[in-house]
């Protein structure tokens, strides 16, 4: 069994859909606590140059296909010389009631999602295992726990995927010392929730949610960073295998019923 030792000066982090939304919060406020932070991103190359201007180290990769996540390690480990932290963050979102079953866009979700989170994973333990105390932190959704908002079906799978993935990969590399845990946030305002809506679609959609919650209230993507760098930090040392719900406290959570 190896012990954790917990970094003193440099520290490594690879972000996934560093650019916008809650990867950019989690890779500034890692930057913040004085991380070298690389980030994988798709399609936001005006972004990308914004975070390569601030230090970070930016790879233009799609998550879901395993010979890019391949190559995006090669080109980080030039760089790295280990990772103490990775984020599997990059996700997408279509709204698809089940009646409307579309089949390429849920494979579309499954493969960035959940394969993504796989091959990200699975390519970049050889550096995470290079830490002395590395840690992985994937972003599910409260979708993945049962909340029911409408049209969630097919995402929701995806990211309960993830969450057993969380379990079970904290399990088998445990004994390397890496912890792995998940956040589970709710309804955080970002383009994937308010992207092209008019200002007063967008209040309707925060009226909406905030009704969802016992908080009355709705998600920044700070408040998801925080627990990313709490779940990487020393402080949480002795957390694996835990999924942290940042939600408000959705009173549409289905087991709440049961
Ligand atoms: P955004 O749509 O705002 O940002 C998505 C990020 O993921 C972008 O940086 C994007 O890169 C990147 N990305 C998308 N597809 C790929 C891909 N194939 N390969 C690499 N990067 C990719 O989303 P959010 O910030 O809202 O969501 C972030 C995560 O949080 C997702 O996993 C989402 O499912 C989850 N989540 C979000 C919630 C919310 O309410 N917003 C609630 C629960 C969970 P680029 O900029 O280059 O396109």
Redesign the pocket.
Same mark, same amino acid.
């Given at each position: 069994m190896s012990s954790q030792s917990y970094f003193k000066s440099v520290m490594y982090a690879l972000v996934?859909?560093?650019?916008? *939304?809650? /990867?950019?919060a989690i890779t500034e406020a890692l930057l913040k606590e004085g991380y070298n932070v690389a980030v994988?991103?798709? /399609?936001?190359e005006d972004?990308?140059k914004e975070l390569r201007e601030k230090g970070v180290l930016t790879v233009r990769? &799609?998550? /879901?296909d395993r010979n890019q996540v391949k190559k995006a390690k090669e080109e980080i480990s030039n760089h790295f010389p280990r990772l103490d932290v990775l984020v599997n963050?990059? *996700?997408?979102?279509y709204l698809m009631p089940f009646e409307q079953f579309d089949e390429e866009k849920y494979e579309r979700m499954l493969r960035?999602?959940l394969n993504?989170t796989i091959y990200v994973t699975y390519e970049f333990l050889s550096l995470l295992k290079k830490s002395s105390a590395a840690s992985i932190i994937n972003?599910?959704?409260?979708?993945g726990i049962g909340t029911a908002a409408e049209g969630t079906t097919f995402y929701a799978i995806t990211?309960a995927g993830i969450i057993i993935l969380t379990r079970r990969l904290a399990f088998e590399l445990g004994k390397y010392g890496i912890r792995v845990n998940a956040v589970?946030?709710?309804?955080?305002e970002? &383009?994937?929730?308010l /992207?092209n809506k008019s200002d007063e679609e967008k209040e309707k959609l925060r009226e909406i949610f905030r009704n969802k919650t016992v908080l009355h209230t709705t *998600?920044k993507?700070e408040d998801i960073a925080n627990i990313v760098v709490f779940l990487a930090s020393e402080k949480a040392r002795y957390i694996t295998g835990q999924v942290i719900v940042a939600d408000g406290g959705r009173i549409d959570n289905l087991t709440h019923s049961v």
């Open positions: 996934t859909g560093g650019t916008r *939304g809650i /990867g950019r994988l991103y798709h /399609g936001s972004k990308a990769c &799609d998550v /879901g963050n990059a *996700g997408i979102w960035v999602n993504g972003i599910a959704s409260n979708a990211k589970a946030p709710g309804w955080i970002t &383009d994937m929730t /992207g *998600g993507p």
